[in-house]
Structures are given as structure tokens and as C-alpha cells.
């Protein structure tokens, strides 16, 4: 038995779930979650794109300038859609779980 726990205990986990958001909100709370998490992503890549220049001037950025690009859409759309909330006098439901895997590579 005692070797089973030994076993059990040198199992790797490969995957994790983060329930970042979940819940019911006013569209005013459901911007500031939404406009928050999504800020954070975005300055996120723009500190990796500025590591990245840090002495190499001519650094490939095209994927961080895409990312930043296409958050910044998500939140053009998050607005327009919580603001058709706000306009129904509905709240609205998010859910936001994370999932982090181990790559197999």
C-alpha cells in the first residue's frame, strides 16, 4: 500500500483549469472584466515585443504586432456586444477558464 501512495504521488499532471471569471455581471461590470483581462493580454505583447527589439533593432514583431492587432478587435466587438446588453436592459454571464497543457513535443 504504502508503495501505491509513493506511485500516485510521482504522477505528472499535464493539464490545469483556471476558473479565471465566472458568474452573472452588469454590462458596466461585464466591461470592466472583459476590457481588463483583455488589456492584459494586449500589454502583455507589447512588453514581449519590447524585449524582443532590446538590442535587436531589426527583431521580427510581426507576430506580437498581430496579436496586439487582433485583441484589439475582440475589443471593438466585446463593447459593441455588451453594449447590446446594456441597451436590452440585460446582464450578462461569463465564464472564463483557462486551460494549461503540458506539449508533448
Not at 509513493?6 to 455581471?25: C, H, N, P, R, W
Request: glycine share 4%.
Amino acid at each position: 500500500m504504502k508503495n501505491d501512495k509513493y506511485t500516485a504521488m510521482k504522477e505528472t499532471i499535464t493539464d490545469q483549469k483556471v476558473q479565471l471569471v465566472k458568474g452573472s455581471f452588469t454590462p458596466m461590470e461585464a466591461t470592466d472584466v472583459v476590457l481588463s483581462l483583455l488589456d492584459e493580454k494586449i500589454n502583455f505583447h507589447k512588453l514581449q515585443r519590447l524585449r524582443w527589439c532590446e538590442g535587436h533593432f531589426g527583431a521580427d514583431t510581426s507576430y506580437a504586432d498581430q496579436r496586439i492587432a487582433e485583441l484589439e478587435a475582440e475589443k471593438v466587438m466585446a463593447r459593441k456586444f455588451i453594449r447590446q446588453a446594456r441597451e436590452m436592459g440585460k446582464c450578462l454571464t461569463i465564464n472564463g477558464t483557462l486551460e494549461i497543457t503540458i506539449n508533448n513535443d
